[in-house]
């Protein structure tokens, strides 16, 4: 609900703003942040620039989208998270703890298994890992958005959002251009290519150990308690019944909506563009000449700015205009930043071209992926269903950049760079042609648009690649890592 001038709390002292940052729960949150944002991209585009360089065909790189699965259906075994508490793990430590440490072990483990696979002799096994990888993260991604969400007081969501985004970020750059430096180091030193890929990945599977730490240092949320007395309350009941129950009346709210069908492929197809393109963009960049280090130092660094700035800016534009409106200028954007690919394929190897095509697809990127947020954090309004109609949501959104992306590898072979950006960009229209289909039935006017504070909470959250890595959140908060920020790497976005 909007506040009105009755009921508007009062804006906070510019030092009270900055106190809040290193309040001990903000600062948790933070580390935890990192720990969420490490994974994505070692199973994305850090994996993608080793099964190029070892001489993997594009087919099958493109298919590697497809091990972003379990970010996309991950709402599946969000309840179950929420009933069930790990054994041995939660009696020491609670039920949130318990389940961040026993997730960060398993990434763990996961990340050392895929450090030691061959992407030439054994594809699928690398496949196998990566799907591993990803599985353990979005159990993660699950347990930290319900800590943050239950540590946190409504004052500190905000700030919490914020350093969390910050965190996610600088843990997807230890694991892009940290990784990719960290490999190029260790063949400085004598390793051979694919010793020094597995000594990078072994080094990422130690920085989990931050993670970990922080579980342990933490305190168990409060909410915790009051949720571990109404588990003991019903503590002959089923708990898978009550979760599939709660479950389903959530998703039959939505779905018995005017234009509920027409609105979910809405959803898919939105950022569906982004989503194609992205999944080649690594590939494009080594194949096009650049070095790893270019790669890893424009796109992974002046990218992050990029993306940082559109969050805002798209934020901005989501409060200054009507919601539809801000719709069509993030589509219409993101078309556009895909055409710039299409001019870099023409002039070749050229750093500043590199640059300004990277500040443009990040800087559009992120615009178009916070509006996406405040649609359909506007979509999910009623606060019984919140976090599972949230989940949902984000759970389609990925459905693009996981499988109808998957193809876009072949496409790529079989027209080249210059036409597949083009075509790339041309997929944006079905959403285009059912955005003008729901403006005109007055889907729009039924929406109440995200209030300030909410909004401003989700602005941040796009920064850490937040369309694809959303995950259940509360109408107050925005994941991260949803699934894609403007940056390309598959599976955010």
Known sequence: MTATPETAPARPRFADTLAVYLKPRVLIVLFLGFSAGLPLALSGSTLLVWMREAGVDLGIIGLFALVGTPYTIKFLWAPIVDALDVPLLAPLLGRRRGWLVFSQLLLIAAIAFLAF???????????FGALLVATASATQDIVIDAFRIESLNESEQAAGMASYVAAYRIGMLASTAGALFLVSGFEGLGFG??????????????????GIATALIATEPEKSTTAAIEHAAHARENPLVRVATAAYASFADFLTRDMAIVVLVFVVLYKFCDAFAGAMTAPFVIDLGFSRNDYAAIVKGVGLAATLIGGFAGGALARAYPLVTSLWIGAFLQMASN?????????????????????????????????????????????????TQYALLTALAAVGRTYLSAGAGFVAERTGWPIFFVISALTALPSLVLLVW???????????????????????????????????????????PMPSSGERVPPNT
């Not at 394929?345 to 992926?369: C, K, Q, S, Y």
């Open 117 to 127: 696979c061959d992407p030439v002799a054994s594809p699928w096994w690398v496949a």
């Open 339 to 387: 055409l710039v690919f299409t001019w870099q394929a023409l002039v070749g190897v050229n750093l500043w071209a590199l640059t300004v095509t990277i500040i443009v697809e990040n800087f559009t990127g992120a615009i178009g992926t916070v509006i996406f947020i405040a649609y359909l954090s506007a979509l999910c309004n009623n606060p019984l269903h919140t976090a």
């Open 438 to 480: 729901l403006q005109q039935r007055g889907h729009f006017k039924t929406l109440v648009k995200p209030s300030t504070v909410a909004l401003s909470a989700r602005i941040t959250s796009v920064t850490a690649g937040a369309c694809t890595r959303e995950t259940s959140a509360s109408i107050d908060r925005s994941s991260g």
């Open 193 to 210: 290519k694919e010793a020094a890929w597995s000594a990078g990945y072994l080094a990422m599977a130690a920085l989990v150990v931050i």
